[in-house]
């Protein structure tokens, strides 16, 4: 088995341009992308990786490490409600101090009438 880095995968149409690698050789579920499409890794069972500026083959332990990074990032992305809900909280909170703001302003009122 093989690791490679691929940088720039994500083309202008939004196909994934894997510079020659071969996809039915790809380890299933051996692929991580990174949100930013920067680079992804990659474990295949290729004998040979092509020749490409933007391929580079790393190594296991750089696989796993890169691997675990990408994991994290993407543990740290919200799902749609995840973050419906936090707008709302955002949207009850708004509105609390607004209260809370048109009170003290009553209070002056009082205070000067």
Same mark, same amino acid.
């Given at each position: ?12 149409? +939004?196909?994934?341009?894997?510079? +020659? ?6 380890? +299933? +579920? ?37 691997? =675990? ?10 799902? =749609?409600?995840? /973050? ?13 101090? /607004? ?15």
């Amino acid at each position: 088995m093989k690791y490679v880095k691929v940088k720039n995968y994500i083309m202008n149409n +939004g196909t994934c341009d894997y510079k +020659g690698l071969n996809i039915e050789k790809f380890v +299933g +579920g051996g692929q991580l992308y990174r949100r930013n499409h920067v680079d992804c890794v990659i474990a295949t069972y290729e004998d040979t990786i092509p020749s490409h500026s933007e391929l580079e083959e790393v190594s296991e332990e750089l696989y796993n490490s890169t691997k =675990s990074e990408i994991d994290l990032e993407n543990r740290d992305v919200k799902s =749609s409600d995840e /973050k419906v809900i936090d707008i709302e909280k955002k949207i009850i909170q708004s509105e609390t101090e /607004k209260i809370d703001i048109f009170e003290a302003l009553a209070e002056i009122y009082e205070m000067m009438v």
